[in-house]
């Protein structure tokens, strides 16, 4: 019986904290008159990886489980039937394969090492038996002209292993049909569930549309891939499990894209490990349903919407995301209107029902629309998230229709200020949020300061014109004095650091704890 795995909160809570390397604890920049000297503050910065709220883990845990087992690595080479692949001359050692010309059919379950090279042909599996299909890919390089360089017509599950030291290469042609409901649309494409996995390298060329697609579930357990496709980078019709591995995507539309709507328990995307780095089109992570992030290092460097969602949880990890318009959105799709009573929220929009949760990990965000955009709520219980927003009115740093609860870690956000929105009233952690008077232009440092301790400090690296700043220490109705000028001191992630120096730096406000940014859709509507 296979051991299964569900994306609940134990598996996305993690084993230990990701700390970045500490040089001190202690913030003693000075907090006198601009121009007076202020001594850099050496601080640390950590994110915990955290458990998700009862509410995430109770959204989690219905999904359905993933494929993948221990032992899909494991093999005999011994016993393994070898295929060396050659234009018209392929060699087959066992049973199991047949070879029409330039097209080489496995047939049955069990362990096929291949290496070789085909410049016009084709991997088929069509196997009718119950059992894995275990496709050792040793220095294979396909290319097929007119379709899939690896077709998975039928299986019962496809294990692709990357032997150790070989680099394989599988290119697809360019503009054959892709219009039937089944068609291959991808230079590795499979109907049954897909792991990928070992130590070795894959390169993937997606030249009529996907790189890698399967009509069920896909697992990524290691190896070195890079994808470059014209369409979806990666496609896991029911879900998307990495657990390993360095992958790099390279795609026109999404990056990683899980897309089964037919219910809530599929169409998730989970990175538990492992290093995912995309450069997209569209999206850069899309899941229809749930997506959750526990560990590992995710960078989109490109995207229109960087990472998105029905539910999306981040309990560990280091995230970085890059995008022209929301950096990350939640929505379920639905539009259940809820009222909001919180301080500073979704002043009366609709609230989908869907959850943004952070509970660890580090996220930074530099975004052209909606930074942190929820259409239902936001828990922020742990973790660091830092956002550089938008310039234009029309979106906000942070965006939810259901409010920002804020119960703990670290909360960064700086914008415009047209559609500002601050965290609710009622938030278990103090928050202070501010609209200044003038726009902070790109390169200056805005420090958050009480007494003589700086709070936070942040290097814009566009026009701003709010700040949101939410961390241990703020203390709700205190007031707090915000400079602009002077410098970051300590360990960072991404432009905002908890310590810093106002050296040379000017006052420019005093913000209360607790008093929400009124004057857009988010707490302007508020009394």
């Known amino acids: ?19 970045l390397a500490a040089c001190g604890a202690t913030a003693n920049s000075s907090t006198t008159a601009a121009g007076a000297a202020g001594t850099a503050a050496t601080t640390t910065v950590t994110a915990a990886t955290g458990a998700q709220s009862s509410d995430m883990a109770s959204r989690l845990a219905d999904n359905t489980t993933t494929h993948a087992q221990a032992d899909d690595l494991d093999y005999d080479a011994a016993s393994a039937v070898t295929v060396t692949l050659a234009d018209g001359a392929t060699q087959v050692s066992g049973s199991g394969v047949t070879v029409a010309g330039n097209v ?9 090492v291949v290496s070789g090279s085909l410049s016009n042909g084709q991997l088929v599996v069509d196997s009718s ?18 379709g899939a360089a690896i077709d998975v017509k039928a299986a019962d599950e496809v294990v692709v292993v990357l032997a150790a030291g070989t680099t394989s290469t599988l290119t697809d042609g360019t503009g054959y049909d892709t219009s039937g409901a089944d068609a291959p649309d991808a230079a590795l494409f499979s109907m049954a569930d897909l792991t990928i996995g070992g130590t070795g390298t894959l390169v993937v ?15 990524i357990l290691g190896g070195t891939i890079t994808v470059d496709a014209v369409d979806d980078g990666i496609r896991g019709k029911d879900y998307i499990d990495v657990q390993g591995g360095t992958l790099a995507v390279t795609s026109g539309q999404d990056g990683l894209k899980s897309t089964n709507e037919t219910d809530d328990t599929v169409g998730w995307i989970a990175v538990h490990a492992g290093t995912v780095r995309i450069a997209a089109g569209d999206d850069g992570m899309h899941a229809e349903g749930d997506l959750a992030i526990s560990g590992g290092t995710v960078t989109v460097s490109k995207s229109t919407e960087g990472i998105e969602g029905a539910n999306i949880a981040i309990s560990g990890g280091a995230i970085t995301v890059t995008a022209s318009d929301d950096g990350v959105n939640v929505s379920s799709g639905s539009g259940t209107t809820q009222g909001n009573q919180g301080g500073g929220g979704g002043g009366g929009m609709q609230d989908d029902g869907s ?22 709520s936001t828990e922020i219980s742990g973790g660091i998230a830092v956002v550089s927003g938008p310039t234009a009115n029309n979106n906000g740093a942070l ?26 009233a009622d938030s278990a952690q103090g928050w202070v949020a501010v609209r200044l008077t003038q726009q902070v232009a790109a390169g200056q440092v805005i420090s958050i300061v009480s007494g003589d301790q700086v709070i936070a400090s942040f290097r814009t690296d566009k026009a701003t014109a709010s700040i949101v700043v939410s961390a241990a220490g703020i203390a709700k109705g205190q007031s707090y004095d915000v400079y602009v000028g002077g410098s970051l001191a300590g360990e960072q992630v991404g432009n905002y650091s908890p310590g810093g120096s106002i050296s040379g730096a000017t006052k420019v406000a005093t913000a209360t704890a607790g008093q929400a940014i009124f004057g857009g859709m988010g707490g302007g509507m508020r009394p």
Request: avoid cysteine; charge should be neutral.
């Open 104 to 112: 080489v059919t496995i047939t049955t379950k069990g362990t096929y």
């Open 355 to 376: 959850l943004l949760s952070i509970s660890g990990g580090t996220i930074v965000v530099n975004s052209g629309g909606d930074g942190l955009d929820s259409n239902g």
């Open 129 to 146: 038996v119950e059992g894995k299909v275990r496709i050792v890919l040793s220095g294979a390089t396909i290319t097929n002209s007119s």
């Open 399 to 424: 965006d939810s229709n259901g409010g920002i609860n804020v119960s703990g870690g670290t909360v960064v956000a700086a914008g415009s200020a047209g559609m500002a929105e601050s965290p609710e």
């Open 1 to 19: 019986m296979r051991t299964h795995r569900r994306i609940t909160a134990a598996v996305l809570a993690g084993a230990s904290a990701l700390a």
């Open 205 to 219: 060329h997606g030249r009529t549309a996907d790189g890698i697609a399967t009509k069920d579930g896909l697992a």
